[in-house]
C-alpha cells in the first residue's frame, strides 16, 4: 500500500467543511460566551473584586456589567450572522444538521451508543454529525433563551416611555416576573456550561481517535479524510454536498498540492 | 374603563366644596398634591391642578371596601395616612359607603347597608378589595367551594363577585386581593387567590404588604383629576408606582454599581449603609415605587432602615422570593429543592466526572478502537448521483 503525506498507509485529502468567515463566527460566539459566563457569575455572586474607596470612585459591578453587555452585543450579533447563514449555500444549509429531525435523532442515539460502548459500526461525517448537531442544538437554544432572560432584565432600566419598555414589561409579566427570568437566566448559565464542557470533550475525542472533527476544522475550515471514505462526500472543495462528485482522479490531483505541503 | 367616572357616575361637580382648605393648612395641602403629582409622574405644575380637581371637582366616588381573607394591613395603613388625613379621605374625598372595619354597623345592620349602598350606586361605585378569596373546599359535610371564608352564611366568593360585578371599577389594595399574598403560599391549603383570578373581573391593583397608601390616594387622584382609571402594566398595577424596579431607584444602588455589598448584617458595609445585594435583597427583581415615596408618610422603608428588599409587591413573593436572606429562590425539582447554585454546581461536576470517566473508559477499550472501521455515512451520499463515485464502492479494511 502506497503512504500517504500522513504516514498512512492510505492517501488522505483535506477536505474542505465551513468557511473561514464560519470559524471567525464559531470563535467569537466563544469569546463570548466565556465572558458571558465568567461576568455573570460576578453578576450572580459578586466576590473577589470589590469597590475601593468612596462609592463613587469604585465601579466593580459596574465594569462587569459594562463587559457582561457588551459581549451580549457580540453573542447577539454573531448567532444571529451564523443562524442567519445555516440557511444559506455559503454554509451549505446546514441548519438541517443542527435541528432535532427524526433522522438526526436517530444518528445522534447510534453514535452515543458508539462512543460509550466503542462496538459497533458507526458512520464518519463531513460536517458536524447528529450528535454534535443536537449538542449545537441545545447551546443555541440555551443562547437564545439568555438573550431574551437578559434582555428582560436590560430593559425595565429604560425609558418607560419607549415601545421596547413596553414590550418588556409585557413579556416579563408573561414569563413570571423578574425572579423566575432571574432564575432561568442563572440556571440556564449552568446548563450552558454542561454542554460547552460535552461540546469540548466530544470534539476532543473526534480529533484525537478519528480523523473527523479535527479541532483544525474549526480553526481553519478543513478536515482530513482518508480517501476511501470520502467518495460520497461529494464536491471536496465546494461547500455543496448534493453537487456531482468529482471523479478519484481529480480529488487526487487537486488534493495533491496540499498533501506535498504536509510532507516537507 | 373608557368611559369617564363623570359619564358613568352622572355625578356632576359637587356642590359642596371640599373642606380639605378648612381642616389642613394649605400649605400641607399643596405638599401632599405635589406629592400625588410626583407619584403620577407628573411635574410639580401640575400640583394647583390635582388641588382644584380635589378642592373643585368633589366627584365623590362612592367607596365599598371588601374584607376577604386578609389581616387589615392595608385598612390600617389607609386610615394611618395623614396627608390628607383619615376623615379628610373618607368623608370629603371618597364617600367611604362600605367599610366594616371603620363602619359603627354590625351583623344584620351591616349586610343591610351593604345592599343599600349597592343598590344606590349599581355601576357607579369603586369596588376596594383587601384581602383574598379562597377558593378551596373544606372538608366535611357542610364543604362547598370557598366555604373557607364565609361571612354572614355566604362565601367571600359569592360577596366579591356581587359587590364587583356590579362596581364601576374594582381597585385591589394588598398583595393579598391582587395576587394572593401569604394565603396562597405553597401549599395552599384553602386555594386562596387573587379577586382577579378568583371571580374573573379586571382589577386594578396596589400591592404591596401592606401597600402604600400615597400610591391609592394616587390613583384616586387619577381617577379624579382625568376621569378615568390609571394606565397600568399586564397585570393591572398602576405604572405610576410599578412601572420601575426598587433597584432602578436605589439610594444603595451607587454601592451596587461600586461593588461594595454587606456581607452580613451589622458589618462595615452594613454600617455604611452599603447595598443589600448579598444579604439576599430583591430590589433588582421587585417592581414598586418604595424608594421614591416611602413608608408612614415618608418616613423609612426596609432598605433605608438597612433590611433587603422581599419583593412584597410580586406575584407569589410568599415563594419565589423565598429565601430572604438569599439572592435566588430554591429550584425546585422531583424530590429536590435546592439552592440554585448547588444545582449548578451538580450539573457542571457530573459533567466533568462523566468525562473523566469516559475518557477512563475510552483509554481502556483503545485496543478495540480502529479508525479504518468507520463506515460510510450512507446518509451523506449525494441524493442525485450515486452512481460512478470514486471511492463509493470501496470496503476499508
Ligand atoms: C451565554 C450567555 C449568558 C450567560 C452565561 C449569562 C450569565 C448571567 C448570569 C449568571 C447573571 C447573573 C444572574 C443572577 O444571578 O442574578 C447574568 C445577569 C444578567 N445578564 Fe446575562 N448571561 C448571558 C447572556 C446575556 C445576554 C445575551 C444578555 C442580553 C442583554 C444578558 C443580560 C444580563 C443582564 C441584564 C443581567 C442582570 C445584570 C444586572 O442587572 O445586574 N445576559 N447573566
Ligand atoms: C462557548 C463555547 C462554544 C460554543 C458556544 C460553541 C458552539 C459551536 C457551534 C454553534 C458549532 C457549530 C457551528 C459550525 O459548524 O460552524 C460548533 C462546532 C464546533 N466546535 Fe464549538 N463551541 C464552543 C467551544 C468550542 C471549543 C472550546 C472548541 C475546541 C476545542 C470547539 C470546537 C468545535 C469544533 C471542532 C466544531 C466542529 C464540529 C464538527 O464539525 O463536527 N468549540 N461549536
Ligand atoms: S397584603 Fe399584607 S398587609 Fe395587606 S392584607 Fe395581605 S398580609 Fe395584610
Ligand atoms: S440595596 Fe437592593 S435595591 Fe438597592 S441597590 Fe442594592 S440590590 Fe439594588
Redesign the pocket.
Known amino acids: 500500500m502506497e503512504k500517504d503525506g500522513f504516514g498512512y498507509s492510505e492517501v488522505h485529502l483535506v477536505v474542505r467543511?465551513?468557511s473561514v468567515f464560519?470559524c471567525f463566527?464559531?470563535w467569537m460566539?466563544?469569546s463570548a460566551?466565556?465572558t458571558l459566563v465568567v461576568t455573570g457569575f460576578y453578576i450572580g455572586w459578586p466576590n473577589f473584586y470589590f469597590g475601593t474607596g468612596e462609592a463613587y470612585q469604585a465601579f466593580a459591578m459596574a465594569n462587569m456589567r459594562y463587559y457582561h453587555f457588551l459581549a451580549a452585543a457580540v453573542l447577539i450579533v454573531f448567532v444571529l450572522v451564523?443562524g442567519y447563514l445555516a440557511f444559506t449555500p455559503s454554509c451549505n444549509r446546514?441548519i438541517k444538521q443542527f435541528v432535532p429531525t427524526w433522522k438526526n435523532i436517530v444518528g445522534a442515539y447510534r453514535l452515543a451508543i458508539y462512543f460509550l460502548t466503542w462496538r459497533g459500526p458507526h458512520a464518519e461525517?463531513r460536517?458536524?454529525?447528529p450528535l454534535?448537531g443536537l449538542g449545537?442544538f441545545m447551546?443555541?437554544v440555551c443562547?437564545l433563551i439568555q438573550m431574551v432572560t437578559g434582555f428582560l432584565m436590560y430593559l425595565p432600566g429604560a425609558d418607560i416611555t419607549t415601545w421596547w419598555w413596553a414590550m418588556g414589561s409585557w413579556l416579563d409579566s408573561l414569563l413570571g416576573g423578574q425572579q423566575t427570568i432571574r432564575l432561568t437566566h442563572h440556571v440556564t448559565m449552568y446548563i450552558l456550561t454542561f454542554l460547552?464542557i460535552i461540546?469540548?470533550y466530544m470534539?476532543?475525542v473526534?480529533s484525537t481517535l478519528f480523523t473527523e472533527?479535527d479541532?483544525a476544522?474549526?480553526i481553519s475550515g478543513y478536515k482530513i479524510f482518508p480517501i476511501s471514505h470520502i467518495g460520497h462526500f461529494g464536491d471536496v472543495y465546494g461547500m455543496h454536498i448534493d453537487e456531482k462528485p468529482p471523479s478519484e482522479e481529480k480529488m487526487r490531483m487537486e488534493s495533491t498540492p496540499m498533501i506535498e505541503a504536509v510532507e516537507k | 374603563m373608557c368611559k369617564t367616572f363623570g359619564q358613568a357616575t352622572g355625578l356632576g361637580p359637587d356642590t359642596d366644596r371640599l373642606s380639605i382648605l378648612n381642616s389642613l393648612d394649605r400649605r400641607e395641602f399643596m405638599g401632599f398634591c405635589l406629592k400625588v403629582a410626583a407619584v403620577l409622574g407628573l411635574s410639580a405644575s401640575y400640583a394647583p391642578k390635582i388641588a382644584e380637581a380635589i378642592e373643585a371637582g368633589a366627584r365623590k366616588p362612592s367607596v365599598i371596601w371588601l374584607h376577604l381573607a386578609e389581616c387589615t394591613g392595608d385598612s390600617e395603613a389607609f386610615i394611618r395616612s395623614t396627608y390628607p388625613s383619615t376623615e379628610e379621605l373618607i368623608l370629603n374625598v371618597l364617600s367611604v359607603d362600605y367599610h366594616e372595619t371603620i363602619m359603627a354597623a354590625a351583623g344584620h345592620q351591616a349586610e343591610s347597608a351593604l345592599e343599600q349602598a349597592m343598590k344606590d350606586n349599581r355601576g357607579k361605585y369603586i369596588a376596594v378589595c383587601e384581602g383574598a378569596i379562597p377558593t378551596g373546599t373544606p372538608p366535611g359535610p357542610a364543604g362547598k367551594p370557598g366555604a373557607f371564608l364565609t361571612i354572614g352564611g355566604r362565601t367571600g366568593i359569592d360577596i366579591a363577585r356581587e359587590v364587583c360585578e356590579n362596581a364601576f371599577a374594582v381597585m385591589c389594595v394588598g398583595t393579598c386581593s391582587c395576587f394572593g399574598g401569604v394565603q396562597a403560599q405553597r401549599p395552599n391549603p384553602t386555594g386562596a387567590m387573587g379577586v382577579e383570578d378568583a371571580i374573573g373581573v379586571p382589577t386594578l391593583k396596589i400591592p404591596g404588604c401592606p401597600h402604600n397608601v400615597v400610591n391609592s390616594v394616587a390613583a384616586i387622584v387619577n381617577f379624579l383629576l382625568l376621569g378615568s382609571l390609571p394606565k397600568t402594566d399586564k397585570l393591572g398595577r398602576p405604572l405610576f408606582a410599578f412601572g420601575k424596579r426598587i433597584h432602578d431607584h436605589c439610594p444603595r444602588r451607587a454601592h451596587f454599581d461600586a461593588g461594595q455589598f454587606v456581607e452580613k448584617f451589622g458589618d462595615e458595609g452594613a454600617k455604611n449603609n452599603w447595598c443589600l445585594y448579598k444579604v439576599g435583597c430583591k430590589g433588582p427583581q421587585t417592581y414598586h415605587n418604595c424608594s421614591l415615596v416611602e413608608y408612614n408618610d415618608g418616613t423609612s422603608w426596609p432598605i433605608k432602615a438597612g433590611h433587603g428588599c422581599i419583593g412584597c409587591s410580586e406575584p407569589r413573593f410568599w415563594d419565589n422570593m423565598q429565601p430572604f436572606y438569599e439572592r435566588l429562590p430554591n429550584v425546585i425539582l422531583p424530590g429536590v429543592e435546592a439552592g440554585a447554585d448547588k444545582v449548578g454546581f451538580a450539573l457542571v461536576g457530573a459533567a466533568a466526572a462523566g468525562v473523566a470517566a469516559h475518557a477512563a473508559w475510552s483509554f481502556a477499550n483503545r485496543k478495540k478502537f480502529d479508525p479504518t472501521l468507520a463506515l460510510k455515512d450512507a446518509d451523506e451520499a449525494p441524493a442525485k448521483a450515486p452512481s460512478k463515485t470514486a471511492g463509493e464502492d470501496d470496503t476499508t479494511e
Open positions: 467543511t465551513r464560519a463566527l464559531h460566539m466563544f460566551v466565556v451564523r446546514d461525517y460536517f458536524v454529525n454534535g449545537v447551546m443555541v443562547m460547552v461540546h469540548v470534539q476532543v473526534k472533527a479541532i476544522s474549526i
